[in-house]
């Protein structure tokens, strides 16, 4: 069996196949690599947003892109910070 691809601390969101019910758009991060459950490799998640954490299989995590990123703290920052941190990361 092979290793978890994500990384404790990592950006993910729920992108994948799998609970549509249950998920909520955003970004989470990695909090803890579970135990397989059968066959899946299994995570613990956490969003800002929210008070609790979530356990997500890896085929439903997809990696955050560094503008998903800017995108989703765009709301807790200044315009001056959202765009130094857009030319910082080369998006302007």
């Known amino acids: 069996m092979t290793g978890h691809i994500y990384s404790i601390g990592q950006q993910v969101s729920l992108d994948g196949p799998g609970r549509t019910y249950l998920k909520v758009a955003g970004v989470f991060t990695v909090t803890r690599l579970l135990p397989p459950l059968g066959v899946e490799l299994q995570y613990r998640i956490k969003s800002e947003t929210e008070a609790h954490e979530r356990v997500a299989a890896e085929q ?33």
């Open 60 to 92: 439903e995590l997809r990696v955050v892109e560094v503008a998903k990123s800017i995108v989703a703290a765009a709301s807790r920052l200044s315009s001056v910070d959202v765009n130094a941190a857009r030319v910082s990361a080369g998006l302007s």
